[in-house]
Nanobody, 126 residues
Framework: QVQLAESGGGLVQAGDSLRLSCGAS????????MGWFRQAPEKEREFVAS????????DYTVSVQGRFTISRDNAKNTVYLQMNGLIPEDTAVYYC???????????????????WGHGTQVTVSS
C-alpha cells in the first residue's frame, strides 16, 4: 500500500513553468513505475508521462514532449513533473499514480496504476 500526495500546482500565465511534486508514503516506492495524468473539465483523464522504477525509462504523450520532464528521487520517495512552456491547453487537475506492474516505466493506461493521489490544480491563463 502506498499513499500519494501531489503539490506544486497553481495559476500561471502562458509560457511560464511549474514543477509538480508527488510525495509517497510506504516502503516500496523505489520499486514502482510512476505516472502523471491530467483531467480537464468535462474530459477523460489522460496520460501525461511515466517513469521506470530506476528513472532510466520515460514516456510522454506527444503534446508535452519537449516541454515536460518527469523525474524521481527514490531517496526522497518523490516523483516530479517539470512543466515548461505552459499553454492554456495544459489546464487540468494533475494526478500522480503508482504501478506495481513490471512495465519498466512505459504504461499509459490508467487501469495499470493501483495507487492514485488526490490531484493538484494547474491553471494556465492566456
Amino acid at each position: 500500500q502506498v499513499q500519494l500526495a501531489e503539490s506544486g500546482g497553481g495559476l500561471v500565465q502562458a509560457g511560464d513553468s511549474l514543477r509538480l511534486s508527488c510525495g509517497a508514503s510506504g516502503r516500496n516506492f523505489g520499486s514502482y513505475s510512476m505516472g502523471w495524468f491530467r483531467q480537464a473539465p468535462e474530459k477523460e483523464r489522460e496520460f501525461v508521462a511515466s517513469i521506470s522504477w530506476d528513472g532510466i525509462n520515460t514516456d510522454y504523450t506527444v503534446s508535452v514532449q519537449g516541454r515536460f520532464t518527469i523525474s524521481r528521487d527514490n531517496a526522497k520517495n518523490t516523483v516530479y513533473l517539470q512543466m515548461n512552456g505552459l499553454i492554456p491547453e495544459d489546464t487540468a487537475v494533475y494526478y500522480c499514480a503508482a504501478s506495481t506492474l513490471p512495465v519498466n516505466g512505459v504504461l499509459r493506461g490508467p487501469s495499470g496504476y493501483a495507487f492514485w493521489g488526490h490531484g493538484t490544480q494547474v491553471t494556465v491563463s492566456s
